[in-house]
């Protein structure tokens, strides 16, 4: 089977842009979930979708937002960006009902200038 | 709260066997996992245990969890330069979400 991909693997944007980066899961998968990963924070908790639906939501500001669409694949958009949302954003695929290993893409890295 | 501690490096010779220490905090949680982290690039789940179990072993990597203390380790035996990397200890918090410690970034001497 395919592993996780991301799209786009590199982005430059500046202050107060907004951007979008999509995740494709493992073929079967119908959990995605997002993580932030930065040096000073390490890796934080975005959110989770399970069949099109937000389960969890971490404790990020309202400028994070996600979808998930009926084929799973996911989208997540930050509006306003800011200097602090460079980060190298992980999106991560489970089989989700009761099978919990979570498989994760390369990342998509997010320069904010 | 829940929060997972782990050193922040390690550093082993070549051959001998490196032991990262995971501590967590969520009696609760029914997954625990360790991933390895190359530079520039994603996440690998190497190994995941269930908290009914105390331990798991494939090929080179073994892992211990003692429930009692909420202690993870994970052992990599005859470890070689490609082990080079830092590892992530990981459990799995309320509602799916993964709560992780810091990384231990495994040094390989010659």
């Known amino acids: 089977k395919a592993g996780v991909t991301q799209t786009p693997r590199y982005l430059i944007k500046t202050r107060g842009q907004q951007v979008t980066l999509s995740c494709s899961p493992i073929?079967?998968?119908?959990?995605v979930s997002w993580y932030q990963q930065t040096p000073g924070q390490g890796l934080q908790f975005l959110f989770e979708y399970f069949s099109e639906t937000q389960r969890n939501k971490g404790n990020f500001p309202g400028r994070f937002s996600g979808r998930q669409f009926s084929n799973s694949r996911s989208e997540m958009n930050v509006s306003t960006l800011e200097l602090g949302d460079s980060a190298l954003y992980l999106c991560?695929?489970?089989?989700?009902?009761?099978?919990?290993?979570?498989?994760f893409g390369p990342g998509t890295r997010l320069t904010v200038t | 709260g829940e929060d997972v501690e782990q050193s922040l490096f390690l550093s082993v010779r070549e051959g001998d066997s490196s032991v990262i220490n995971c501590t967590y905090t969520d009696s609760s949680s029914t997954y625990l996992y360790w991933y390895k982290q190359e530079p520039g690039a994603g996440l690998q789940l190497l190994t995941y245990?269930?908290?009914n179990m105390d331990m798991k072993q494939d090929q080179r990597l073994t892992v211990l969890l003692n429930k009692k203390d909420k202690h993870l380790s994970l052992r990599i035996a005859d470890t070689q330069t490609g082990d080079s990397a830092i590892y992530f200890c990981?459990?799995?918090?309320?509602?799916?979400?993964?709560?992780w410690g810091a990384g231990t970034k495994l040094i390989i001497k010659p």
């Open positions: 073929s079967g998968h119908r959990s």
């Open positions: 245990i269930f908290s």
């Open positions: 990981a459990e799995m918090g309320s509602n799916y979400q993964l709560i």
């Open positions: 991560a695929s489970s089989p989700g009902q009761g099978q919990y290993e979570q498989y």
